[in-house]
């Protein structure tokens, strides 16, 4: 038995509202009304089921920033790790620890002349930390993948409905059209019919 939908989602449902969205710590639900509202003004839904899918678009869309967001702090996570693996070969371990450490004592200044003397920058740096956690890169980018394909066959049936709703109304405009012209002609051989009755 499938399970009933709680009183207060169908009223939203039905009101057209989007019910409160389901946030991490530290998420705005500011940038989430933001962005539902210009999804609302581009896709114009249209009725009930579009409602739902444009929800469904708003709530991947919104995953699909809050990944990509995770994914460059997990490069960022890395970079003391980077740093060390880096460093190592040219400072030796000691060394390289003492940089990499979070509160190292030795100056910003000091790193940067390292890296630049070695032919380095922290560009350098933030790709040896994306390549310290490109399993986990990985796995947000198949993530961030899936979650696109989901947003784009939603568009799709947001199409696929319009197209559809589309050829309904054009059957039934063809109807109405072909019910009119019958009842025109019907009136005009009734209206015929009583001419030739008058002459005779």
Known sequence: MAASVPAQSQLLLFAGASPAPALLQGENPDDYEALRKRIVEVVEPKDALEQIWVGDIVELTFEIHRLRHMKLRIIEGAKAEALHKLLTPICGYRHSETFSQENHAKPIKQLDAVLKHWGLSHDHVMAQAMAVRIKEVEK????????????NKALHEIDRHRDVLAARLRAAAAIEDADFREVELARGLAEGSDDDACEE
Do not use: D, S
């Open 140 to 151: 947000v980018n198949t993530m961030i993948m899936l979650a696109e394909a989901r947003r």
